[in-house]
């Protein structure tokens, strides 16, 4: 008898959580996640999960510490309740740039993070474009790690730009660059970017043609906005003829909406791997995809022993 798929949600990205169900149709798993009066968070699992293969969609998201805690609370649970395998779907994975330790005296919280997910009582995670791929190794289970170039390519491809040059904007994210031209059959660009401090840039130098080319930059992220409006503004000012952005974390911390509402981008593609809230939602400058089908369908894979790589072959 095959194992029952169940799906559960914490309250970080819970419209991902319901379209990932519709995707797969079936119905959200019924559980309380709220707080103490004091903050601690509270979780009940309100149905049977006996041997169920079951999935947890969270999102490392504001407030993160909150969304992190709620996800391990919820896989004690269940764990607790005999589900018979528990995958935490992280379709944003928080504490990812701090991978390493590029400075003296400083955590690698990235693993601290992983090693407590796996502690908590997780079989396998499924998380989407990692800020450093080889943060797959720093779980003791197995990763699938999905990348929303797919989705991402096919909504660029319907624009039809004409010209186009993708621009990465560090020399850290040139293999994704390289990736998305190869498929777009377009010109590659990079920018020389040096970092001040946390949240600063300061774009130094582009290498590449983009004059006169419809520029687009991609990242996996977008915080503060600074380095993307930046990288715009500088391939503009070397004769670009317009500049759009592509990324699959919409993080959006403290100035951001104001920097791109601002800022010379033509538009600022995302996903949804993290919620749009209040004005954000209102941004004509933001265009939001979904990624529900791409997780549904690597949950369906994964529930049914098929291979979730040959997804992006």
């Known amino acids: 008898m ?18 990932i169900c519709s995707y797969l149709g079936t119905k959200l798993g019924a559980a309380t996640v709220s707080s103490f009066s004091d ?16 999935y947890v969609v969270q999102s490392s998201c504001q407030p993160v510490n909150d969304s992190l805690m709620e996800l391990l609370i919820i896989i004690d649970a269940l764990k607790r309740s005999s589900a018979n395998r528990i995958t935490a779907v992280i379709p944003y994975f928080g504490y990812a740039r701090q991978d390493r330790k590029d400075q003296p005296r400083v955590p690698i919280s990235a693993k601290l993070v992983a090693d407590l997910i796996s502690t908590a009582g997780t079989d396998r995670v499924l998380t989407m474009d990692l800020h450093a791929g ?11 790690h999905l990348y929303a170039l797919p989705v991402l390519l096919d909504y660029i491809t319907k624009l039809k730009l004409n010209d186009l040059v993708v621009v990465s904007p560090d020399a850290g994210g040139v ?11 377009a010109s590659l660009a990079i920018i020389d970017k040096r970092r001040d401090g946390p949240n600063q840039t300061h774009i130094m130098n582009i290498i590449g043609d983009v004059v006169g080319k419809s520029a687009l930059l991609l990242d996996d992220m977008i915080d503060t906005a600074g380095t993307i409006v930046k990288g715009a503004q500088a391939c503009m000012d070397r004769g670009a003829r317009e500049v759009w952005t592509a990324c699959t974390h919409a993080v959006l911390t ?16 995302v996903t949804n791997t993290i919620p749009l809230r209040g004005k954000e939602q209102s941004c004509p400058k933001l265009h ?12 369906r894979r994964i529930h049914e022993d098929e291979s979730v790589s040959s997804l992006f072959a």
């Not at 903050?39 to 079951?54: Q, S, T």
């Not at 293999?175 to 059959?185: D, H, I, P, V």
């Not at 939001?288 to 949950?299: D, R, W, Y």
């Open 2 to 19: 095959s194992r029952e798929l169940k799906i559960f949600s914490g309250n970080s990205n819970p419209a991902l959580a319901h379209e």
């Open 39 to 54: 903050g601690e968070i509270r979780v009940k699992i309100e149905e049977n999960v006996r041997g169920g293969d079951v």
């Open 175 to 185: 293999e994704r660059a390289r990736a998305f031209a190869k498929r777009l059959g």
């Open 134 to 144: 080889q943060i797959q190794g720093f779980f003791n289970v197995p990763v699938d």
């Open 288 to 299: 939001q995809l979904s990624v529900a089908p791409l997780l549904g369908e690597a949950i």
């Open 254 to 269: 403290g100035p951001a909406l104001t920097q791109i509402q601002q800022s010379c981008l033509k538009q600022v593609i």
